[in-house]
């Protein structure tokens, strides 16, 4: 199988606007997140894929790949599908640009899905991991994931899912983490899709899958790091760093 990843990297995010670009240590978020993801190599190419001619910029002039995207998209993996449609590969793995620490053995666990699926049901993979402080288990930056016994996606929430009714019973939370391996058909065909009612509403898309009827297939990774998603956040990973 050729197995590639791609980086989708939108300039102005809503929240935190050029997050990206933000410095580091000695390296903007955009960076940390290509060459820790080239680092792991599993990968046949790394590309990011960008709005921005600064964040283009940024990757090439240091010796990584970048493409402009030549429409405007909603959500990132519309933006690598534009990428991805005319290049010859099996397994696309999404990292999100706003994953600066990305690792090796959670990637590998992803991929390890389709190289065991050898009847090819598993279009679309994704990563979670178990969260268990109450703070950010109420978090609506923190999407949570409900599964089934066979670790397949039933639901994303930005909300508290699954709602703890009875004290008794102590349930497992999990937090999606926004790194996703497609089938590159299961890709193109999810940009055919509209945008779906939930989709829209929590402004998490891969329910726009679940609401075509196509599994999710959960991994449970541990802690892969922090995810830039506000100024909070990257004060959190300069720590953590």
Known sequence: ?????????????????????????????????????????????????TDSEVIYDEIVNNGGKAVMSKAQHESGSDRIAEAAKLMDVDIIVNVQGDEPFVKKEPLEKLLQVFEEDLESKVQVASLMQVLKDKQLIADPNYVKVAVDKNMNAMMFSRSVIPYQRDKNVTPTYYEHIGVYAFRKEALLTFTQWDITPMEAAEKIECLRYLENGVTLKMVVTDYMGVEIDTPEDLEKAVKLL
């Open 1 to 49: 199988m050729k197995i590639i990843a791609m980086i989708p990297a939108r300039y102005g995010a809503t929240r935190f606007p050029a997050k990206l670009m933000q410095p580091l240590g000695t390296k903007t978020v955009i960076r940390h997140t290509h060459d820790n993801t080239f680092a792991t190599g599993l990968f046949d190419d790394v590309i990011v894929v």
